[in-house]
């Protein structure tokens, strides 16, 4: 079977560090990517990892190792506005994308 | 700007009314994708496309049918909605498959 694991709530506070950890079991794995979504809004693209590694981008960064199936979600100096869900999601090599259930982040003042 | 666009936001139906969601994109991305995503829950895939090639998830209900007449429109119709068919349905596009672009979305109410 498939699946994708991810805690569904974080709580930190402004200006920490967080991290939202993800496991997945699937066939066919190609590679790891991040979104975020605001209540009521669309996710919105936030990183990709095809390699074992991390990647970041600004505040964010993204780290994947294929041979333990997990990656996570570095998000730092945090701020109110990065209060959201943020969803895992694996990408097949047969082009399915299979998405995790989020975690929601809150940040406290 | 280039951008996702869907239409109509907010969406009425009745039970066992038919009705048609609809998606455009500037971007003129190859790929098209279709989610459904209810409330507290991860989008689920519903449909894509490869250019014009389909491709329907094994769990997706026949009740939920798809077209794409050209490269920036998607269309996604419900046959039958049922009161389970109340979700966001969100429309994506990429030119790979690790960065997808999201439309707004439809919010779909069954009435």
């Known amino acids: 079977g498939q699946s994708l694991e991810q805690p569904s709530e974080v709580t930190a506070v402004e200006g920490a560090i967080v991290q939202i950890n993800c496991t997945y079991q699937?066939?066919?794995?190609?590679?790891l990517s991040w979104y975020q979504q605001h209540d009521g809004g669309a996710p919105t693209f936030l990183s990709y990892n095809g390699l074992d590694g991390l990647e970041e981008t600004g505040r964010f960064s993204s780290f994947l190792s294929r041979s333990d199936s997990y990656g996570y979600l570095l998000l730092q100096e945090l701020q109110m506005k990065d209060s959201a869900s943020y969803f895992c999601a694996v990408i097949r090599r047969d082009d399915k994308i299979i998405f995790g259930k989020g975690t929601r982040l809150h940040i406290l003042p | 700007d280039a951008m996702v666009i869907q239409n109509p936001r907010y969406q009425v139906t009745q039970f066992g009314k038919p009705v048609t969601l609809s998606c455009s994109q500037t971007?003129?991305?190859?790929?098209m994708y279709w989610y459904q995503q209810k409330s507290s829950q991860a989008p689920k895939l519903l449909f894509h496309y490869y250019d014009k090639d389909f491709n329907n998830e094994a769990d997706t209900p026949d009740n939920f049918q798809s077209r794409r007449p050209n490269t920036s429109f998607c269309f996604l119709d419900i046959r039958s909605p049922g009161l389970g068919d109340a979700a966001m349905y969100l429309c994506a596009t990429s030119r790979g498959t690790y960065e997808q672009y999201f439309g707004p979305g439809t919010r779909l109410t069954v009435t």
């Open positions: 699937t066939s066919g794995f190609y590679g």
């Open positions: 971007l003129n991305h190859n790929v």
